[in-house]
């Protein structure tokens, strides 16, 4: 819900920025923050929202907070990557799930996710700097559903 107010109070502060000058602060719970500050790091990154406050600056990340209505398995970011990759996915429900790696021989080099997880949106950093160069393969695996994707790893 706090997500939900604070891209609600970015959306308006962005839109109607002259207003920022006039309000000093706003109050988010217990913290107050500078609102210039607060409309000048939405524009730079509408994702994280950068917020100095009493000589420390924090770092709010404004994701959708909404539970994903299906399970998905996305493409891994970067492709090709050395030595890491990132690989996000939904899960629709709380149930198992499984995320393994296998090479192009089918043999097993890395189980990423085996346990049950609550319904969200997931992301995890796949690190493959013990692993040869060349094409792997990433297995999404919760509740019936299974999705396959590729990915190349260069040394």
Same mark, same amino acid.
């Not at 770092?59 to 030595?83: C, G, K, T, W």
């Given at each position: 819900?706090?997500?939900? #107010? +604070? +891209?609600i109070i970015i959306i308006l502060f962005t839109l109607l920025g002259n207003l920022a000058a006039q309000y000093k602060t706003v109050r988010f719970g217990n913290l107050l923050v500078n609102a210039q500050a +607060?409309? %000048?790091?939405? %524009?730079?990154?509408? /994702?994280?929202v950068y917020v100095p406050h009493k000589n420390k600056t924090y770092a709010i990340n404004v994701e959708n907070d909404e539970v994903p209505r299906s399970f998905e398995l996305y493409q891994n970011y970067p492709n090709p990557f050395n030595p890491s990759t990132l690989i996000k996915y939904d899960v629709a429900h709380e149930t198992f799930v499984s995320l393994k790696v296998f090479n192009l021989l089918g043999q097993e080099v890395s189980v990423l996710v085996n346990r049950i997880q609550k319904a969200g949106s997931y992301s995890l950093k796949f690190d493959a700097a013990g692993l040869n160069s060349g094409f792997y393969i990433y297995r999404f695996q /919760?509740?019936?559903? #299974?999705k396959v994707r590729k990915m190349l790893f260069l040394k």
């Amino acid at each position: 819900m706090m997500k939900k #107010i +604070l +891209l609600i109070i970015i959306i308006l502060f962005t839109l109607l920025g002259n207003l920022a000058a006039q309000y000093k602060t706003v109050r988010f719970g217990n913290l107050l923050v500078n609102a210039q500050a +607060l409309v %000048l790091s939405s %524009l730079k990154s509408p /994702a994280n929202v950068y917020v100095p406050h009493k000589n420390k600056t924090y770092a709010i990340n404004v994701e959708n907070d909404e539970v994903p209505r299906s399970f998905e398995l996305y493409q891994n970011y970067p492709n090709p990557f050395n030595p890491s990759t990132l690989i996000k996915y939904d899960v629709a429900h709380e149930t198992f799930v499984s995320l393994k790696v296998f090479n192009l021989l089918g043999q097993e080099v890395s189980v990423l996710v085996n346990r049950i997880q609550k319904a969200g949106s997931y992301s995890l950093k796949f690190d493959a700097a013990g692993l040869n160069s060349g094409f792997y393969i990433y297995r999404f695996q /919760a509740d019936g559903f #299974i999705k396959v994707r590729k990915m190349l790893f260069l040394k």
